[in-house]
């Protein structure tokens, strides 16, 4: 039944999608008559139809793309449409204002190039652009004051405004501080001034210094309209659509966050569990090359799901009381694997994004809970199936939460082996990494035997860090 289901409810979104997209281009034409006929400026029906079924066709090859690189479902078809329309809407507001020179038009490389997949913001830029260009015509067409000078000049700058799209979206990291995108962006736009100003000379046998300044200073003013709407609006598009910029990130690092004082007060022993994992897991993502940022928010929520019964937990057991001991092993081993996928609810229910989520449901991959499926073993004859003594899975499917696994089993070990040598440390460490090995726990990660090395050392110097007044820095203490 759900076979069958599945290709219809496909066709049926495509559907959905051609039509919101039809909606969304008769919006935008219907943005442009509105402006000019506040100036009764009125276009023919034929112009109108064939404007708007050019936005159309943009409009759709953009969904294509966007479906090609996996990205189009609704959330992420309505998040870059709605960042589109916001940018075509100031386009056409400066069209018809007289300040074509500068239209924000770098707004929306910046948001979707910080918060989205990097291909489908270059061509949304080029999208943007496209249907920028379809407008600035129909504004041009209609305006007997608009000379093929100032049409060449216009369509000079959004040449200008194309390339500074395509350079921050190229440039700016996703996970880049907020003063770092200032910077770059700043710097981009700035550049962009002195090209709009250099253009603005080379355009004309007679270069006009007004005319040129006017250009450079337009640029500028334009791109730093972006920059202003980009910090203004970017937190509300991440709440509202669940993205992992690195400010959301940052964000969610902060120890004011509810669901961290939450874990603090009803799992503290978890909570500083997770404060160590967080710190391994950063260190040993900076060393593979994968942003700290988000393996530290990652780490610090990948227990959240123990605030739902701490005390069956041994980190949380302070008072000698042990819930297990009345229970047989079958009930403890649910009670304790349930915390991956009670998290992921919590985290869902939250609205956190999805890669934070995915680590609270595989930071266990499919690992068996060893000390009971022993303890159930020791109770029953015959050999038991450890099937049923295991995490529901699924395995790390990434490398920061194949780190994470690692970060976690680690600081639990050390906690209870206490190694009082860095040789001992560091022989713990290759000995959990190879038990996971053993386990196949890496299997569906793209991490590399090289990268484990690199997290390796980095778990090693990190928990160092943390013990260093009980684990000697002796490679040979143990033989003394
Ligand atoms: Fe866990
Ligand atoms: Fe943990």
New binding site residues.
């Given amino acids: 039944m759900d076979k069958i289901d599945a290709p219809k409810r496909k066709v049926r979104d495509y559907v959905c999608t051609v039509l919101a997209l039809i909606a969304l281009a008769a919006i935008l034409v219907g943005v442009v008559v509105a402006f000019r006929s506040v100036r009764d400026v009125y276009f023919d029906a034929v112009t109108l139809v064939s404007s708007g079924g050019l936005v159309f066709l943009l409009l759709l090859v953009n969904y294509v793309v966007m479906d090609f690189c996996g990205r189009g479902d609704a959330i992420s078809t309505i998040f870059v449409y709605t960042i589109l329309l916001i940018t075509e809407v100031a386009v056409i507001m400066c069209l018809h204002f007289g300040y074509a020179y500068a239209m924000p038009i770098s707004f929306l490389p910046l948001i979707l190039g910080t918060s989205f997949h990097k291909r489908c913001a270059f061509a949304t830029h080029f999208t943007s652009i496209s249907i920028a260009a379809v407008f600035l015509t129909l504004f041009a067409f209609y305006n007997e004051s608009f000379a093929i000078h100032d049409i060449a000049m216009q369509v000079m700058v959004l040449v200008v405004n194309g390339a500074t799209g395509t350079l921050l979206t190229h440039m700016i990291h996703r996970y880049a501080s907020r003063f770092r995108i200032l910077v770059t962006a700043g710097v981009i736009v700035l550049i962009s001034g002195v090209i709009g100003f250099l253009s603005a000379a080379a355009m004309g046998n007679n270069p006009d210094v007004m005319q040129m300044i006017t250009v450079g200073v337009s640029l500028i003013v334009g791109g730093a309209i972006s920059i202003f709407a980009y910090f203004c609006l970017i937190p509300i598009f991440e709440r509202v659509f669940n993205l992992n910029t690195g400010l959301r990130l940052t964000e969610l690092c902060s120890f004011d966050q509810p669901l961290l004082k939450e874990l603090e007060e009803k799992a503290p022993g978890?909570y500083n569990?997770?404060l160590t994992?967080a710190n391994i897991a950063e260190r040993a993502a900076y060393a593979v090359g994968e942003d700290p940022t988000l393996a530290r928010a990652a780490a610090l929520y990948?227990?959240i799901g123990?605030i739902e019964n701490p005390e069956f937990f041994t980190e949380n057991q302070t008072d000698g009381y042990n819930p297990h001991d009345e229970l047989i092993p079958e009930v403890s081993v649910k009670m304790i694997t349930r915390h991956t996928e009670a998290g992921a609810k919590i985290l869902e229910a939250k609205g956190f994004p999805k890669e934070i989520i995915s680590a609270a449901i595989q930071?266990?991959g499919d690992s068996s809970v060893g000390y009971f499926y022993h303890k159930a073993q020791n109770i029953t004859e015959g050999t038991l199936e450890e099937k049923g003594y295991t995490y529901l899975g699924p395995k790390p499917q990434t490398k920061i939460n194949a780190i994470?696994m690692i970060a976690?089993?680690a600081?639990?070990a050390t906690r209870s082996v206490r190694p009082s040598t860095l040789e001992e440390l560091a022989t713990l460490i290759d000995n959990l990494v190879r038990s996971k090995m053993n386990e196949r726990q890496f299997d569906e990660s793209p991490i590399t035997m090289a990268e484990l090395t690199k997290v390796k050392k980095a778990v090693v110097s990190t928990l160092m860090g943390v013990h260093h007044e009980r684990i000697s820095y002796t490679l040979d203490n143990k033989r003394k």
Avoid: G, L, N, P
């Fill in positions: 978890t569990h997770s994992v990948h227990d123990k930071h266990h994470i976690d089993i600081e639990a």
